[in-house]
């Protein structure tokens, strides 16, 4: 019972390890093609007023995918 619970928190910690990573990652990229025009301390706090999260989501689903599919390496834990 102690090892399975020292295994769930282990791959919890994991799993935030790798979404700071993919937020980190995502940061870097929209650095590299922005520069100094983004303020990333800005876009750290949420969306903009006036913006749908879910109307977002839904408009930038396949350019998600794309750089999910280009990243996920670097990103998610190596496993086996």
Known sequence: MAHAIVITARVCQL???ALRAGVNQSFAIVCSHYGDSIDLEVMSHDFTPGY????????V????????????SIVLPQRG
């Open 15 to 17: 799993e935030r390890n």
């Open 52 to 59: 749908e999260a879910h109307e977002l989501e839904t408009a």
């Open 61 to 72: 689903a396949p350019l998600s995918q794309d750089l999910t599919d280009r990243i996920e």
